[in-house]
């Protein structure tokens, strides 16, 4: 740590413990204390149940769920396969061009997510692109939505990257596509993992463009629980909100696991 003195250690644990708590956690616990409770006694959730997950895992829910899974899956691979190659051509652009290829994948990220939605349903609701009404509408605005982070990641990544593991590979032979294969994407791979395992959490919890896209028979998770706290519904809410956090998190463990293995090859 850059704290070196016992005092100033439980200082900085201290000043942690009252910014994080409050702000992060406490939120978060609620939330979780709400998924068990039937009523509010006061300032917290009472009246212990797991009826509530019991509803969670039926109904609407588990499809919502699957649907979440399927959206961020595919947007994540989508973003991650543009980020890379923009990525990569970016690098041999030089910095002007690298400046504007970075400015038009951070554009989606500088307005707010229903502009990017609103704009989507507007571009793709007449022939010859009539994506409106299907589940692809969705994949495609949380694709252009994350692109940007996968993009970001990746870029730095490159320029974090030694040259010589390129031009040593060259001088003995190897093509470009070879080199690109076989030497710079497996260097890149703990990026291309953190990356991937960023936009599946951002695609997981998207709801503003999502409101106005998705179709009837593609509701997405984070949709059902909108739809449940605006009914009234806020245990049964919390409960599906808890699902969508545990459900997240186990993917982003196993991203984590592939990245660790990644990163000592």
Excluded at 27 to 52: C, D, H, I, K, Q
Aim: proline share 6%; charged share 10%; aromatic share 8%.
């Amino acid at each position: 740590m850059l704290v070196h003195s016992k005092g100033g250690r439980w200082a900085a644990w201290s000043l942690f413990g009252i910014l994080f708590v409050p702000l992060f956690a406490l939120p978060l616990l609620v939330v979780v204390a709400a998924s068990f409770a039937t009523r509010w006694s006061g300032a917290f959730p009472s009246g212990p149940t797991t009826a509530n997950y019991a509803s969670a895992v039926q109904g609407e829910s588990l499809p919502a769920l699957t649907t979440s899974l399927v959206t961020a899956l595919a947007a994540s691979l989508l973003a991650l396969t543009a980020g890379t190659w923009a990525a990569l051509a970016a690098a041999a652009l030089g910095k002007r061009g690298k400046r504007v290829l970075d400015a038009l994948f951070m554009l989606p990220v500088a307005v707010p997510s229903v502009v990017v939605g609103l704009a989507v349903l507007v571009a793709f609701s007449r022939p010859p692109l009539l994506l409106n009404g299907t589940s692809t509408i969705v994949v495609l605005a949380h694709a252009i939505l994350v692109t940007a982070f996968a993009h970001q990641s990746v870029s730095a990544a490159i320029v974090r990257l030694d040259p010589a593991y390129e031009q040593a590979a060259a001088s003995l032979g190897a093509r470009p596509a070879y080199v690109l294969w076989r030497v710079k994407l497996p260097l890149l791979l703990p990026s291309l993992t953190a990356a991937a395992g960023l936009c599946f959490a951002l695609s997981m919890g998207e709801l503003s463009a999502t409101m106005m896209l998705y179709p009837p028979d593609w509701m997405p998770l984070p949709v059902r629980i909108f739809t449940a706290t605006d009914r009234g519904s806020l245990f049964g809410g919390s409960a599906v909100a808890v699902v969508l956090m545990a459900t997240t998190l186990l993917v982003l463990l196993a991203v984590s696991r592939v990245r660790t293995r990644a990163s000592y090859r």
